[in-house]
């Protein structure tokens, strides 16, 4: 039976912690409480992306779009939209020029993305199989099943030009190849959801709104180079995620989609999932496979790539969240069709988790070739506060920034890489002119220090030598000659570490010294931090606006600030710890920070 | 057996396929630096300084490789030196060095450090990085080896060789980045952990982060003492290695200098470990024959080795009863000391002081193991010095090992055959249990050839033979490096279980790879070439003894007329015999 409305509330975690649970319980009793509940399906679905104004409250068939969503709204939203046909005004999204959007279409932050790898997220209820395959979902499985060998599955992804949506850009056919022709009684499949870039959340949404596509996907992996166990390798920081997964993998179990004779066919595949205990490390790939078999999560060198020799020492393939939710669509619409989308050697889309200074964060899926601009200013509506952009770190700790400059080069795998970046998972963090790049640096520095895993020299100690420079440079105390060793340290780890991690990690210190030379001089020569990041750099001065209101004073957390009432204050330099306070709570614009 | 063409540094050599770049370069004649690759052990790949350039059709790859870990590609060139090279393998070492105390002076490892060698190679004379020195506790709960994790570098030699090759799991890696360190399993003190004390990771450290706890002190303590007899003997494997500490070759016998030397620095009698290995095959040569022939808790299984011993306490308690009740050689000669030494020269036992010089740190844990190490009335062993214990103590009273005259043992329990000395190898107390055994149970000779039982030789991990005495098959094992134990034991519950026939009557376990002669307290950088070159030693020692079967050894026969009566008698069994109890690792 068919409902008249359909009302879809965002079960992501972002939204979820918003309260959009209350708003989908508010809901359904809402509509219970008008009669409806015959004529009104309230769904909850995966995330819509548009974080920034999250919860999000769609609804069909009017495609009314709310925004900013809070539990008591329900009943509103039921009265008018469902009883009477109108839109929600306040709640519809308002861009700045106070310009109302009720529609998604119309909304800039929608126009220019592609939604292939979220397609069913924010639309369909990931807990429900027959919502997935009511959109295509399991099709491509039994297409491979029934109509194709596994060698026309590999050539129909080798037409397509995926590539490892993880980072790196690897074919994705090239992989299943390698490992469908090793010879040997046991291969597996590997699902790498260890997402840990900071940041980046694009898999975790992935997986809490649409979880049946990568099994699908899996399962056509499996048939396609001959393993019958896959393994999920999930962080358990994404307990949505895990239990939206349990769920799919149960009910896909009952519909004989996994287990044993798949539809019916003599392939058996099924699927566990393992949980990560959330070390950054374990995203890469053989140490991942380490922790699956219960080592302590640390790479190992390649070759042996896992391909041929990974998990328990047999054929892996390994491919992250957002590489197989490609996948079935690749088979449903033709390798042909996802080739003709992106670029000549990124074909397909990318989902970017863009946050930082931009006004319309969120979750963004475009074709690969969109420039920077369109991502930053089409979509993500630009900077904050009208503040200048500065640059955008792409790839997180194993990225690098991406200046003003390059603002209209088309986003691809090989471009970022020429640019002294990589696409990574797709965290984009963008700045304004209030971020110090050194400051940015030394963060993502910091991280890395943090989460080697501590196994090879090159990256476990040169990323806390890179650390300690960078800190030295930001207290104004660094020299020439430290830039000198940022590079040579940088460039030792970039050749001699073991894993991708410590041969990336330098990658935001080289890409920042690189592009922004004149700031790291600045810091050394002229101790200066034009951002005002740098708490060492600056100094708090009170001016002659002072008119000794004595708010300052009590407001400093260390009692650094002097005077009478109604005469001038002073601030105490040596006492001082530049928090910034006495600043935010002047009313004569009387403090100076230089 | 397929091989691949290579170049090193556009030099053409064939190689072994499977062999990696760092010993193909080697086979070349080329030195491809390195922190934490060992011959012993699968690659780790931790300390990356061993990188190459990989040039191929392609061209120069981009991307370097480790030279320990990469397996060599035919066709391949692999550029192993240049500058470039040079400078990223300079600045890792920079790196390693400003993270590490450079306490070189107090360090055991001052002169053989592999780091302090790399530091040297490069000239190193100045660290351009901020030091980063992480001073922690060290570890010396086990009262036989010390850990130092503040002069780690990480190279996780240690664990791989408590893991891979011994099986014990008692080292891993403890925290996650710089606050990454080697500890006891589970972060507890190493005493608490599976902890064997074999001393394969001090052995294989490349610094001083692990080592034999030095107890020289108290044997010039003892010396200086004039109530105290200091009586000491020295293990069949010390003898072809201590020399290497003074420029001999690995595997020149040295026993008559060690004599000279240990009277020189003040010890006052100097026996042979050897006289007591040949005890041990008299008492268990004839605990072999009883339950062979009464067909009872076979196979039998010898327990000289100490690390062995804890090793089957903590992992196989299952097989208890089928350990040779007879004590370790050194258990027995430190019980015959205090009983029938002291009474020949009438001297109370509570005034000796018995050291033994081992190749082995858990020797130093086994005298205290039982109270069974107290059986003659007062502690068996007072002290046990490791080889390279004992040549620094050579060093410090300024011997001239390399020419030292050479002395003999002191009487009566010095004397010894080849058969004793052969128990420092991995195969050796098997054969020399065969020599006896064969005696005793045929009552004829072994002559000739037949003596040497090639069959228990060489480094194989597992040696399996069926020995024909007279006709009857006697099935024997031998297993070495303890990862190579379990399969041995497999077999037997296997059999067990499926009440099949016994797949072995006698089996011989050594802990260390190769045997006494590579054991954890033996000189640094043991490999392969020196043990083969150390059991070459043992051998030969076999070859120039007057007699090479235990029971021919004419002070063991007067022992047995004058002390003993015979073996397993009831003294025998008070003074030379021990018991085992189940001893779980990890207790909840």
Known sequence: MAYKHYVLVCGGTGCESSKADDI??????????????????????????????????????????????????????????????????????????????????????????????????????????????????????????????????????????????????????MKWNFTKQVESDVKYIVCNADEGDPGAYMDRSTLEGDPHSVLEAMAIAGYTVGANQGFIYIRAEYPLAIKRLEIAMAQAREYGLLGQNILGSDFSFDIEIRLGAGAFVCGEETALLASIEGKRGMPTPKPPFPAVC???????????????????????????WFASIGTEKSSGTKVFALTGKIKNSGLVEVPMGTTLREIVYDIGGGIKGGKAFKAVQTGGPSGGVITAKMIDTPIDFDNLVAAGSMMGSGGMIVMDEDDCIIDVAKFYQEFCVEESCGKCSPCRIGTRKLYDILTKISEGKGTMEDLEQLKEIGEAMKRAALCGLGQTAPNPVLSSLHYFYDEYLEHINEKKCRAGKCKKLITYTINDNCRGCTLCARKCPVNCISGEVRQKHTIDQTKCIKCGECMKNCKFDAIEKR | MSTVNIQINGKPITVEKGTHILAAAKQAGVKIPSLCAHPDLDAWAACGICVVKVSNARGISPKLVRACATECVEGENYITHDPELNKIRRTIIEMILADHPQSCLTCGRNGSCELQTLAAEFGIREIPFARNVKNMPKDD????????????????????????????????????????RIAGAGDIVLNETPCIKCGQCSAHCPVGAIYELDETGKLLAAIQNPELTVVAQIAPAVRVAIGEEFGLEPGEITTGKIYAALRAIGVDTVFDTNFAADLTIMEEGTEFVHRFTEKKDLPLITSCCPAWVEYMEKYACDMIPNFSTAKSPQQMQGAITKTYYAQTAKLDPAKIFSVSIMPCTAKKQEIKRSED?????????????????????????????????????DSPIGQYTGAGTIFGVTGGVMEAALRTAYYLVTNEELAGDAIDFTCVRGMDGIKKATVDVKGTPVRVAVAHGLKNVQTLLQEVRDARENGKELPYHFIEVMACKGGCIAGGGQPYGTEDEIRAKRINGLYTDDKKCEFRKSHQNPDIQKIYKDFFGEPSSHKAHKLLHTHYVSRPTYKK
């Open chain 2, 141 to 180: 709960s086990t009262g036989a080896i010390v850990l130092d994790p503040s002069k780690c570098v990480q190279c996780g030699r240690c664990a791989q060789v408590c893991q891979q090759l011994q099986n014990v799991w008692a080292l891993e890696f403890i925290g996650r980045g710089e606050k990454t």
């Open chain 1, 310 to 336: 990974g998990l328990w020492k047999k054929p892996t393939v390994i491919n992250n969240v957002e590489t197989w939710a490609n996948v079935p669509v690749i088979i449903t619409k033709g390798g042909k």
């Open chain 1, 24 to 173: 989908f319980t508010n809901l359904k009793t809402e509509v219970a409480n008008a009669g409806l509940e015959h004529d009104v399906q309230v769904v909850k679905t995966g995330c819509f992306g548009f974080c920034e104004k999250g919860p999000i409250v769609k609804v069909l068939p009017e495609d009314a779009f709310y925004v900013e969503v809070k539990p008591s709204d329900a009943e509103e939203i039921v009265k008018e939209t469902l009883i009477k046909g109108r839109i929600v005004k306040r709640l519809a999204y308002a861009d700045e020029s106070g310009k109302t959007s009720a529609v998604p279409e119309e909304i800039g932050f929608y126009q220019k993305q592609m939604r292939i790898v979220l397609r069913n997220c924010g639309l369909i209820d990931p807990e429900k199989i027959d919502e997935y395959i009511a959109r295509d979902g399991y099709a491509a499985l039994e297409k491979v099943l029934f109509e194709m060998t596994p060698d026309q599955v590999i050539e129909e992804m080798k037409i397509s030009g995926l590539r490892g949506r993880g980072g790196a850009g690897f074919p994705t056919w």
């Open chain 2, 373 to 409: 190490m107290f059986s003659s009335g007062c502690q068996d062993n007072d002290l046990v010095l490791t080889t390279r214990e004992l040549a620094r103590l050579f060093k410090q009273f300024g011997i001239d090992f390399k020419n030292i005259e050479p002395q003999k043992a």
